[in-house]
């Protein structure tokens, strides 16, 4: 066997590597676009391949493969065919999608890509010859049928991202929500400092402040959720231009109900196919959602960097675990590396959001946008990002963090906000003269207020008690 064989598309005789599965369409895409040397996602190809699987169970179900057309599939072929779906969405032939995401803009492409391979293989398996010119089981008219890419390409997009969503990142988030919340309940009984401004503020306990870390978290996780319902109509069966030529009006509602039942998401067809096939407003919607799990996952990371710093001239109300030396010049410096980790990804993943939003507003003309394969490239590097940070964070930063008891405590006393707790007694006025003088003589509030005879032992007691200050009344 030479090095290169030759196959034929509509446009004529195209050369290709050998043993490739892709043909001559995908062949002229690789060279078209030599753009960027990264490739469709593999959660994109894996989504790709259940698309077709979908469509050809329902083709199938509805009689079309094997009814009348240009060439009906023998059952053999049939199976054949669906074989090589499933293989694709298992992710077996991975290699043979070099098509670069910045291609056409409706994915066509990536799509016909899947066609090739799926074909050829099928026809491989079907005991047939995949090299032979005159396909028997066709890319076009068999593997696309009913289909066009402006209806798949974005099922495929939705099925991708709402998969990783479920499977990557809410996990992820589960796993750092829960150790936050178990340190939340460990460290209930340690009082220290409250910080507005990065000023000195009422007290607290060290468990409030990472028990409202946990509740983000928690709330990130029903944003999550909420990203994967935006994806839920799925605009497989508008085919073209949403009016469904070509196509058997169960079509979409059959391809939906297979990949819900594959996936164990809630996808159903679109309720109007003209939006779903024109616009992209439900993955500007869904990013919209991990725009704001990122802006959580930043904040979380910078208040946990900012609790751990020191150690000897900073807050170091937390202890982080030390994972690797911090500096190439400062000896014995150790770094909250996993804390900037994850805030680089979430800056990323705002970054992303910009991309998504521009191409969801400008890309969409008429009938189709023309800004998929970026948006999806997006989409899943920041899911596939942020679970694999949030993941690290939890389990080699969040798990090891240690409580500083006697760093937290010993602020208390010293805090002027401390005279908040007399403005029951004195007034607003006379509280804020008292933190002013407390500070010019370095002085405690209590060590002042006794000084003045401000309130009886007791009263001042009370007024200045820092635990009945972490909770109302």
């Known amino acids: 066997m030479t090095d290169f064989r030759v196959e034929r598309d509509s446009m004529g005789e195209v050369r290709l590597p050998a043993a ?28 790709l391949g259940l698309v077709k699987w979908a469509a050809a169970e329902a083709n199938r179900d509805l009689g079309r493969l094997t009814g009348t057309g240009k060439r009906p599939l023998s059952e053999r072929e049939v199976e054949a065919l669906v074989a090589a779906c499933r293989e694709v969405a298992e ?40 090299f032979q010119i005159e396909k028997p089981i066709h890319p076009n008219d068999h593997v696309n049928m009913g289909q066009s890419t402006n209806d798949m390409f974005p099922t495929a997009i939705h099925v991708a991202v ?69 994806l839920r109509e799925l605009p497989a069966g508008g085919t073209a231009v949403g009016t469904g030529i070509n196509t058997h009006p169960e079509f979409g509602r059959r391809v939906a109900e297979f990949l819900s039942r594959c996936t164990g998401l809630p996808f159903v067809e679109a309720a109007n196919h003209f939006e779903a096939n024109a616009q992209r407003d439900a993955l500007v919607e869904c990013h919209g959602h991990l725009r704001t799990v990122a802006t959580t996952l930043f904040n979380v990371a910078n208040n946990i960097r900012w ?9 170091y109300e937390i202890q982080l675990p030390d994972l690797q030396p911090g500096s190439s010049i400062m000896p014995g410096k150790v770094n909250p590396v996993l804390c900037e980790s994850l805030m680089q990804v979430a800056a ?6 910009q991309t998504i939003a521009l191409c969801g507003a400008a890309g969409g ?37 240690e409580a500083n008891r006697e760093v937290c405590l010993a602020g208390v006393e010293k805090s002027l906000s401390m005279v ?16 002013k003088e407390a500070f010019a003589t370095g002085k405690t509030i209590r060590e002042l207020c006794r000084e003045k ?5 007791d009263q001042l007691e009370q007024a200045l008690d820092p635990w009945r200050m972490t909770r109302p009344g």
């Not at 892709?22 to 593999?42: D, H, M």
């Not at 609790?307 to 807050?315: D, E, N, Q």
């Open 307 to 315: 609790l751990a710093s020191g150690p000897r001239c900073a807050f």
């Open 453 to 457: 005879k401000i309130l009886p032992e």
């Open 91 to 130: 992710g077996r032939w991975d290699d043979q999608f070099p098509v670069d995401v910045y291609q056409t803009g409706s994915g066509t492409s990536s799509n016909m890509n899947a066609n090739e391979v799926i074909a050829n293989r099928a026809i491989e398996l079907a005991g047939g010859d995949r």
């Open 20 to 47: 490739a599965y892709y043909g001559a369409q995908t062949q002229r895409a690789v060279e078209n676009f030599p753009i960027s040397g990264q490739t469709l996602p593999k959660e994109l190809i894996h989504a």
């Open 162 to 230: 709402a998969v990783a969503i479920d499977r990557q990142l809410i996990p992820a988030l589960e796993t750092a929500r829960s150790i936050l919340a178990a340190k939340s309940s460990q460290w209930a009984d340690i009082l220290k400092i409250g910080r507005t401004h990065l000023a000195d503020a009422t007290p607290l306990t060290l468990g409030q402040e990472i028990g409202g870390m946990a509740r983000q978290l928690e709330l990130s996780i029903e944003r999550a959720r909420q990203a994967i319902q935006a």
């Open 420 to 435: 908040t707790g007399l403005n029951l007694y004195i007034g607003y006025q006379q509280a804020a003269a008292l933190a």
């Open 348 to 353: 990323r993943v705002m970054g992303n959001d």
């Open 365 to 401: 003309q008429f009938q189709l946008n023309i800004m998929m394969p970026v948006m999806a490239h997006a989409a899943l590097e920041s899911v596939r990002l942020m679970a694999a940070a949030t993941k690290a964070f939890a389990e080699l930063c969040l798990h090891g963090m």
